[in-house]
């Protein structure tokens, strides 16, 4: 399986975005789609999850702000982004797993900036 994220770019604050992650090969055994996030200087962060069964989970600081979402038929992710903050800015990196994480998928990235 091979992930291309797609989709930053610099936006104000306040405003929106919406990263794709899309799958080439078979993901029949992919459990979870899952964005991540890293900031400069800092730890990289789960901002939100879904599951083959279709459930969603975020970090608390993006919750209400983020949805996550998919489209199996074009075997992609989404990741709707609204009311950014500048703490928003980071590269962001979508993950796909199997089942207990025997296989783990990583994009290469997308950069997205908040800033005026």
């Known amino acids: 399986v091979q992930l291309q994220a797609s989709g930053g770019g610099l936006v104000e604050p306040g405003g929106s975005l919406r990263l794709s992650c899309a799958a080439s090969g078979s993901i029949f055994s992919i459990n979870r789609m899952d964005w991540y996030r890293q900031a400069p200087g800092s730890q990289c962060e789960s901002v939100a999850v879904i599951t083959r069964g279709g459930s969603t989970n975020y970090a608390d600081s993006v919750k209400g702000r983020f949805t996550i979402s998919r489209d199996n038929a074009k075997n992609t992710v989404y990741l709707q982004m609204n009311s950014l903050k500048p703490e928003d800015t980071a590269v962001y990196y979508c993950?796909?797993?199997?089942?207990?994480?025997?296989?783990?998928?990583w994009g290469q990235g997308t950069l997205v900036t908040v800033s005026s």
């Open positions: 993950r796909f797993a199997t089942n207990y994480e025997r296989l783990v998928y």
